[in-house]
């Protein structure tokens, strides 16, 4: 039986892995504890002294200034104190050419996933066999690639060492500096310390934007993050964010709906930008160039009372998660005012940036199409991505939504798609002509604004204001009218904070 430690840095990663491990009693030993930090990754593998050691490169919080060099470092640094006992796995989410693979595979790693939908019965059979080359020969590009390797530890050990003599060889009060060590020593003395740091930042996040509360008409409505996704592309999230905004904005909700900054363009043409904000510029492109936007240049696009973070295709292409993450999305909900933000993730909801977002977000509204093929295919604990999406799909916030649903027979498709999830529908959005959308989409306009079909979306997503708003705030709306809803537009922002 082989003892696995896992180093994931994500407790729903942790959880799918330890289950299907486990599962397979007779090959595998979970050891219940589980690295939180790379900080403390040899503390535990001497303590443990595991066979298998699952790493993953993303999610495993670190303190690294250069990643791929100090991850070729750590994996050094494990063959060297305990050459082949430990059978170092890796899972990242890179393509097969990225050189850094190369290298891993140079250092012995010979277990590598780098996909996001990672098979795990074929994991798991793989973790079973001896480690093989042929599992990894595919990132060995070319030879030159792994002359390149360069080979830091050494290096660093020996700097380490220098350290170590000059704290035991020289007085105390000699040293103008505190020695490099002993921050190290002094955080291990409290191993849960970092743990617990990452958690009160999304904590304080969370509790933060439900204190700041904007009181319209008398009645407190709380801060929203709302994170909208879809399984699939093209199944409709956008369309469902544009008229979520929209009908939030004509209740006189304050709303910002943000584009995701991965995937081309579309907003900024759907509502007519190109002649309406010829010289707008996102917000994004604020936060990855800091260009300093000239007087002709604007960075915000209110329309028809919607807050619209979108990209300006005239400058701006899709971005690097990369180079625009969670840090940069947190910069800007802070920022925000708005009473309700509206995050599209679209079928990018897999992306780290995204899977962070869901943990902070208040709700999660899930966008499917009536394709029962798909549909019966979402969740397959066998996947790992599509696991991650149960699991997702087991919190609270998690709301699924349909979209493209005939009036005709919308109660057949629901009971139908009902079986095929295992879960219930918040709302289900009915199917609209396609004239209509079109016309929409010329004039530049929501769905909303138009008379034929707002009273449609107005009982169509009845269900999700009702989990957004107050019930008094929703009573008092639907009771002022028209003349109401204009008068009330005037709101007040009181922010309570500690």
């Not at 799918?16 to 050891?31: A, K, M, P, Q, Y």
């Not at 008409?217 to 994170?227: A, H, N, Q, S």
């Not at 604007?298 to 998660?321: C, G, H, Q, S, T």
């Amino acid at each position: 039986m082989k003892k696995v430690l896992l180093a994931i840095g994500d407790a729903t990663y942790s959880k799918i892995l330890r289950n299907h491990l486990s599962t397979h009693e007779d090959d595998f030993e979970v050891i219940d504890s589980e690295v939180m930090h790379h900080r403390y990754l040899d503390e535990f593998i001497i303590a443990e002294q595991p066979d298998i050691l699952i790493l993953h490169d993303y999610y495993l919080p670190n303190d690294f200034k250069s990643s791929d060099r100090e991850w070729i470092e750590t994996v050094y640094r494990i063959r060297e104190q305990f050459n082949d006992k430990v059978r170092v796995v890796f899972l990242c989410e890179r393509e097969n050419s990225d050189p850094f693979l190369t290298n891993l595979v140079a250092y012995h790693v010979l277990d590598i996933f780098n996909k996001n939908s990672i098979d795990l019965e074929a994991m798991i059979n793989q973790l079973k066999d001896e480690p093989l080359f042929s599992n990894v020969s595919r990132f060995m590009n070319t030879a030159a690639e792994v002359a390149k390797v360069d080979i830091p530890a050494p290096a660093v050990l020996e700097k380490q060492t220098e350290q170590e003599e000059v704290e035991n060889t020289e007085p105390l009060e000699e040293v103008e500096e505190p020695p490099p060590q002993k921050p190290k020593k002094e955080k291990r003395e409290k191993p849960e310390k970092p743990i617990i740091q990452k958690q009160v930042i999304k904590r304080n996040y969370q509790i933060q934007l439900s204190e700041q509360v904007e009181k319209i008409v008398g009645i407190p409505v709380e801060r929203k993050t709302v994170l909208v996704i879809s399984p699939f592309a093209r199944s409709g999230s956008t369309f469902f964010s544009h008229i979520v905004s929209r009908q939030l904005a004509m209740l006189g909700v304050s709303t910002t709906y943000m584009e995701n900054p991965f995937q081309p363009s579309y907003t900024w043409d759907r509502f007519n930008g190109h002649n309406l904000k010829p010289n707008y510029r996102s917000k994004y492109f604020q936060q990855i160039t800091e260009y300093e936007l000239d007087s002709e240049q604007v960075e915000d696009w209110i329309f028809r009372d919607v807050n619209l973070l979108v990209k300006n295709p005239a400058a701006e292409k899709e971005y690097d998660e990369q180079y625009f993450g969670f840090d940069n999305y947190i910069k800007m909900l802070f920022a925000s005012t708005a009473t309700v933000t509206i995050i599209d993730a679209g079928a990018d909801w897999a992306k780290p940036v995204y899977r962070e977002l869901f943990s902070v977000a208040s709700h999660v509204f899930c966008v499917v199409e009536p394709d029962l093929s798909n549909l019966q295919n979402i969740f397959d604990e066998n996947d790992l991505q599509k696991s991650l999406l149960f699991e997702m799909a087991n919190d609270d916030k998690f709301h699924l939504i349909g979209n493209r649903f005939s009036n005709g027979f919308d109660k057949e498709l629901i009971e139908l798609a009902n079986q095929a999830l295992d879960l219930d529908f918040t709302s289900c959005i009915p199917e609209f002509s396609s004239q209509d959308v079109f016309m929409s989409q010329t004039k530049g306009e929501f769905l909303n604004d138009s008379r034929k079909n707002r009273e449609s979306i107005e009982k169509a997503l009845a269900p999700v204001l009702e989990l957004l708003l107050p019930k008094e705030f929703r009573k008092k709306q639907k009771g002022s009218g028209l003349m109401g809803r204009l008068m009330n537009k005037k709101i007040k922002i009181v922010t309570n904070e500690n």
